[in-house]
């Protein structure tokens, strides 16, 4: 009697939110490789990258990929008609470009699907562990590594930077400095380009405001990194500098 092995369960090795963060950035480069023909390298680098975050978010039970990941693989699978296949044409190259993209539409549904998962599987902010703490993806790649090499106050300018021109491309504003976040974010006696909820009642004007002055004032903090090593003088206090960057980053993502 021959006994059917299960292979090892290989449990998650992402947590939610830093899965989620990378599933959102992949899907930022969607349109980019919607816009490739099929068969280029880079449609398959950005696929195999995206089954590898899937397989950190989900593991594989019984060491097979979980089926949100299956979904995402074999989403919009076509039968291929090779040249010389018994005697018929290969399937025509128009026809496999549109199958391509019928792939990816369907790949970036089950995308969002997982989001929408581990939104539900993540665990309130206070259970976590502060040592698990993880900078906004885009943070941690402008500036993580002048961070852990001790040149702190450019980590922060840099984030400083990058979140000032984030409002900049999400609110297709032309500005500067006060003039882009009184825009962007302002609300009294205005309606804002980019808001944080419905605006409908006091409590939620408040909550508007008291973002508007958060990001307006990291304008001011860009400013003094620019000229001042004061406040930047140890690795704990420039952590905060770049995970308050990260918290805009993430605020920016809920802004409509």
């Known amino acids: 009697m021959t006994t ?15 899965a989620i963060e990378l599933l959102r950035q992949q899907l930022g480069d969607f349109d980019r490789i919607y816009a490739l023909p099929h068969g ?34 074999y989403a919009g699978s076509f039968p291929i008609r090779r040249a010389g296949f018994s005697g018929r044409e290969g399937t025509p190259d128009r026809v496999l470009q549109l199958q391509h993209h019928q792939r990816l539409r369907q790949r970036k549904a089950v995308l969002e699907s997982c989001i929408e998962q581990l939104e539900m599987l993540a665990p309130p902010a206070a259970t976590i562990a502060p040592e698990r703490y993880q900078f906004h993806a885009a943070i941690a790649s402008v500036s993580g590594a002048l961070l852990r090499d001790g040149h702190y106050k450019q980590a922060a300018l840099e984030a400083y930077v990058h979140v000032i021109n984030e409002v900049k491309r ?14 962007a974010f302002g609300c009294d006696g205005r309606t804002p380009v980019l808001r944080f909820n ?30 001042s090593n004061q406040l930047l003088n140890d690795p704990a206090r ?9 918290l805009l980053m993430r605020l920016l993502e809920l802004a409509s």
């Open 40 to 73: 280029d390298p880079e449609g398959q680098k950005w696929t195999n990258t995206t089954e590898a975050i899937l397989h950190g978010a989900f593991g594989q039970p019984d060491g097979k990929p979980h089926q949100m990941t299956s979904k995402f693989t």
């Open 170 to 183: 999400r609110s297709g504003l032309n500005l500067e400095g006060d003039s882009l976040m009184n825009q």
């Open 4 to 18: 059917r092995r299960v292979s090892a369960t290989v449990a998650p090795s992402l947590t939610p939110y830093r």
């Open 238 to 246: 420039a952590h905060e500098y770049l995970a308050l960057a990260s």
């Open 198 to 227: 419905s605006l409908s009642t006091d409590a939620e004007r408040d909550e508007q405001k008291g973002l508007f002055f958060l990001f307006k004032g990291i304008v001011g903090l860009r400013n003094a990194k620019a000229h």
